[in-house]
């Protein structure tokens, strides 16, 4: 602390920095004298009887005494500047008349100037001494004097020149570091507040998140993390209560095996399914991820284990199954009542051609939806994968089939259905799905064209792919809506005033397009009709033979 620095109020009863290095200052240099005063006494008790050594000496105890009772909290910076100068003053007295060449001691006040004030003090005491040295020499002439006070000069100066440039440095140096500090913390603080922040998010989620290092150590979890396997907040390295099972009320997962224990060896996988009995007594299906983090910095490379409450999903998806399976059930009798009350009508030899045309497609459709009811249990246990069985298979026949069950109800409203498809449309796909996609597009073109108005139905081989384009002149989509028609249950408003619907026909209808390697677009303008477009790749057979 610089003695003469403004300093604060210091705290009653203890001395401020300020102060002490005051004190211990004065009370060197008087240690010092008082130290050589013994050895002048013993030595050469002579000196000790010069009244100018005896009231040099007198003069430096009587200032440190004064130093260490003056309440120097409470004065100007300025004061302290009395004290070096007196002791330069004292040390002059000390020195003066005698063989002993004191003027080592004047070093004491020339630091203490040189180290805490400006130069200009610096030059002022240095002046002093001089004048001091100069008196003392005139009064003790000798062959040596004028080189004594050159000798005692120069040394000084450089010594004062010296403390002065290292002080400068030194403050220099702590200002650095004192700056080098303020950033440390203050980036110390926005990474504390980043990682709370960042805690609070995590913490804020329903996804359970746990940081592993390479030797298995948690190195962090958030609350759903520690909510879900029940572990203490303050250790989460103790053992779980919650415990992981094989299945609903199954067999417990072997330590060895558990997601955490398999993340901990360096694994990385997706989805794992495990149930889990919690501390509550509630049964818990998760789905548990675990991914690598690669090393940054000083930082270790880690595990992120990821786990997914999909308890909801999985009972949702159990449900599902379950009214599917009585949807299929319920449905199965009333349509075998109609394929056998068709089948008997049929069989009447009194029935007119136009009557069994209509009986026979009664038949075919009932069988179709007899094949749908029985795949609904397979395909909601599995997913819907958009083909089940593929064949070569002719899609003009499939065409020609959905377009004559239909226009029955296009003649019902006056509607012409015009078909083109004059060749053959070889591919290899899933039949059964295919009629799902013709009979949606083209039933979706009769429903929505108004009465008099005309669907017209081209198929053609174009390059590899095989074309089917349904264009109707009906009320059309808008543009606003036409990028939502393939999202499930989504109608527009001129749809829900036509005609009744759920909205997931264009959507299954693209699936099982995808899945045969096929694109299915729509072109449409509001009032002025619809245009839909299939594209499905050639039977490879087929393109074998052309190429």
């Keep these: 602390m610089a003695i003469g620095a403004a300093r604060t109020m210091p705290v009653v009863g203890a001395p401020d920095g300020r102060t002490r290095s005051i004190w211990?200052?004065?009370?060197?240099?008087?240690?010092?004298?008082?130290?050589?005063?013994?050895?002048?006494?013993?030595?050469?008790?002579?000196?000790?009887?010069h009244w100018n050594f005896l009231l040099g000496t007198l003069l430096i105890v009587t200032l440190t005494l004064a130093t260490l009772t003056a309440p120097w909290s409470r004065l100007p910076a300025s004061a302290v500047l009395a004290v070096p100068f007196a002791d330069a003053i004292a040390i002059g007295l000390v020195s003066s008349g005698s063989d002993l060449r004191l003027g080592y001691l004047w070093a004491f006040p020339v630091m203490w100037v040189a180290m805490h004030f400006r130069t200009t003090a610096l030059a002022i005491m240095l002046a002093l001494i001089g004048l001091i040295l100069l008196l003392d020499s005139a009064m003790t002439p000798g062959p040596l004097g004028a080189l004594r006070v050159f000798v005692v000069l120069l040394t000084l100066t450089f010594i004062g020149i010296t403390a002065h440039l290292s002080l400068r440095r030194t403050r220099s140096l702590r200002r650095l570091l004192r700056r080098q500090a303020d950033r440390l913390t203050a980036t110390l603080s926005r990474r504390?507040?980043?990682e709370r922040r960042t805690m609070e998010i995590l913490n804020g989620i329903d996804t359970g998140i746990a940081r592993i290092s390479e030797d298995g150590t948690v190195l962090a979890v958030n609350d759903a993390y520690a909510r879900l396997y029940g572990l203490d907040a303050l250790d989460p390295t103790l053992p779980a209560q919650s415990v992981e099972y094989t299945g609903l009320r199954g067999m417990p997962v072997p330590y060895s095996e558990?997601?955490?224990?398999?993340?901990?060896?360096?694994?990385?996988?997706?989805?794992?399914?495990?149930?889990?009995?919690t501390a509550e007594g509630e049964w818990r299906a998760l789905s548990v991820t675990a991914k690598r983090l690669s090393a940054r910095g000083d930082e270790e490379s880690s595990i992120l284990l990821l786990v997914h409450d999909v308890t909801a999903l999985t009972y949702a998806q159990r449900e599902r199954e379950r009214f599917?399976?009585?949807?299929?059930?319920?449905?199965?009798?009333?349509?075998?009542?109609?394929?056998?009350?068709?089948?008997?009508?049929?069989?009447?030899?009194?029935?007119?051609?136009?009557?069994?045309?209509?009986?026979?497609?009664?038949?075919?459709?009932?069988?179709r939806m007899l094949t749908m009811t029985e795949s609904l249990v397979t395909t909601s246990r599995r997913g819907f994968s958009g083909r089940d069985e593929v064949a070569d298979i002719d899609l003009r026949q499939i065409l020609l089939e959905s377009v004559?069950?239909?226009?029955?109800?296009?003649a019902a409203n006056d509607i012409s259905v015009d078909v083109r498809a004059d060749e053959a449309?070889?591919?290899?796909?899933?039949?059964?799905?295919?009629?799902q996609v013709v009979d949606n597009v083209v039933s979706n073109g009769i429903k929505y064209t108004p009465r008099d108005g005309r669907v017209r139905i081209v198929g053609a081989v174009d390059g590899g792919r095989v074309v089917l384009t349904v264009a109707d002149s009906g009320i059309g989509i808008g543009a606003e809506d036409l990028p939502r028609v393939l999202t499930p249950y989504f109608r527009t408003e001129e749809a829900k005033q036509k005609s009744g619907g759920t909205g997931l026909g264009l959507g299954i209808s693209n699936d099982i397009v995808l899945a045969h390697g096929g694109t299915l677009e729509i072109d449409s303008e509001a009032g002025a009709g619809t245009t839909v477009t299939v594209r499905l790749p050639l039977a490879p057979a087929v393109t074998e033979g052309r190429a």
Excluded: C, Y
């Design 192 to 194: 504390s507040d980043q």
């Design 258 to 277: 558990r997601p955490f224990s398999r993340a901990a060896r360096g694994e990385t996988f997706t989805d794992a399914s495990v149930w889990l009995f």
């Design 324 to 367: 599917t399976a009585m949807a299929s059930h319920e449905l199965k009798h009333p349509l075998t009542v109609m394929i056998g009350n068709a089948e008997l009508a049929l069989e009447l030899d009194e029935l007119t051609p136009r009557t069994r045309e209509r009986f026979e497609s009664i038949v075919a459709a009932s069988d």
């Design 24 to 49: 211990l200052t004065q009370l060197v240099l008087a240690a010092s004298l008082l130290i050589t005063a013994i050895l002048v006494m013993v030595l050469q008790p002579a000196v000790f009887g």
């Design 425 to 435: 449309l070889p591919i290899t796909a899933d039949g059964f799905r295919l009629r």
């Design 404 to 410: 004559a069950s239909f226009r029955p109800t296009a």
